[in-house]
């Protein structure tokens, strides 16, 4: 697509861009001006450099868009900036042209280099291709593999009030925390950041902030949830007082072995979320809709997990199936 003016967008950015490929070079380039002749002149400008270096054969840095300026336009059309400052960071004046497969997995390699591939895929392939798709670049990109699913673990309620038991007795701090994973739901990390500013205990009430799936959610605080953080110490910023490093896990450990509950390998706080979803269905009838409607899963797929913990109207029929009669034991004659 020759090069062409793209008109200011009111509320986003008031200059012109200059967007599309010429001989062979890709152009979404800020004008930094609002004035249209001015603005034409540049476009001018920048198609006679792409063809002079067309013809020289050398090539047209001046006119390789970069990362930065990809991920700004990128922002400006009103996309999500979540996950996208230590990208901008990592690859900053690198062209979006020579951004392939060994890019991405140095990235995840550089950014994350202790985390699932997964977590890797979510924070640094999808963003940093969203943004080069909305460049026009498309890059053959083999993303990590998907984990195989895995079998749901979750707690019965004697293991789980043993060990919010035990996890009080160790620190209250433990103790709130869990319990609010328990019955609240939400992952470790975005309890960890909840801060008083966002609880109301009075009405019963916390908003989660930035979550996940990138959107705040409000969640209530049942009567156990409001005894335990009640207890907390408020002058500090953040509710728990706790951040997710090895004291946290030494901790967990200490409220095993107290309350004799193994967790599984693997699970520790997160096997909390999951016992959440499982009680939410089986002791109050929720379905998959409404655990989607909780805010605490983004979709159905992400929440269909938990299914197979119901006995379907199917399964129950198993009651219908004939069974042999009972034949009472003959006595012995006296």
């Known amino acids: 697509m020759p090069y062409k003016l793209v008109e200011p967008k009111p509320g986003r950015s008031p200059h012109y861009r200059v967007r599309g490929t010429e001989f062979g070079v890709y152009l979404d380039r800020s004008a930094q001006t609002g004035d249209r002749r001015k603005a034409r002149e540049l476009l001018a400008a920048w198609r006679d450099e792409a063809h002079r270096l067309a013809l020289s054969g050398a090539g047209a840095p ?4 970069t990362f930065a300026e990809a991920a700004i336009s990128y922002m400006q059309s009103g996309r999500s900036r979540l996950f996208l400052a230590p990208l901008i960071a990592h690859f900053g004046e690198t062209p979006v042209d020579a951004i392939g497969q060994a890019a991405l997995d140095e990235a995840a390699a550089v950014l994350g280099p202790d985390r699932k591939p997964q977590t890797n895929n979510r924070l640094v392939y999808t963003p940093t291709l969203a943004i080069l798709k909305h460049s026009g670049f498309r890059p053959i990109v083999a993303r990590p593999p998907a984990p195989k699913a895995g079998r749901v ?39 960890l950041r909840l801060q008083w500013r966002d609880v109301d205990l009075e009405a019963r009430s916390a908003v989660i902030g930035i979550t996940k799936n990138g959107l705040p959610i409000a969640v209530n605080l049942p009567t156990i949830v409001v005894t335990a953080m009640a207890n907390l110490d408020r002058t500090k910023k953040r509710v728990f007082g706790l951040a997710k490093h090895g004291r946290l896990y030494a901790m967990l450990t200490t409220a095993e072995k107290r309350s ?37 899963w983004k979709s159905h ?23 042999p009669k009972r034949v009472k034991p003959v006595r012995k004659a006296k």
Not at 62 to 65: E, N, P, T, W
Not at 156 to 182: I, N, P, S, V
Not at 260 to 284: D, I, K
Request: glycine share 8%; hydrophobic share 45%.
């Open 260 to 296: 004799g509950v193994a967790l599984p390998p693997g699970s520790a706080f997160h096997v909390l979320r999951h016992t959440h979803a499982v009680w939410r269905r089986r002791q109050t009838g929720a379905d998959t809709s409404a655990l989607v409607a909780t805010g605490l």
């Open 301 to 323: 797929n992400a929440a269909r997990v938990y299914e197979h913990f119901d006995v379907s109207e199917e399964s129950r029929k198993s009651d219908l199936l004939p069974t």
């Open 62 to 65: 001046a006119g390789r868009l």
């Open 153 to 191: 673990v979750y707690l019965g309620q004697d293991e789980a009030f043993a060990l919010l038991d035990a996890a009080t007795a160790t620190d209250a701090r433990l103790g709130a925390l869990m319990t609010f994973l328990l019955y609240c739901g939400p992952r470790l990390s975005e309890a």
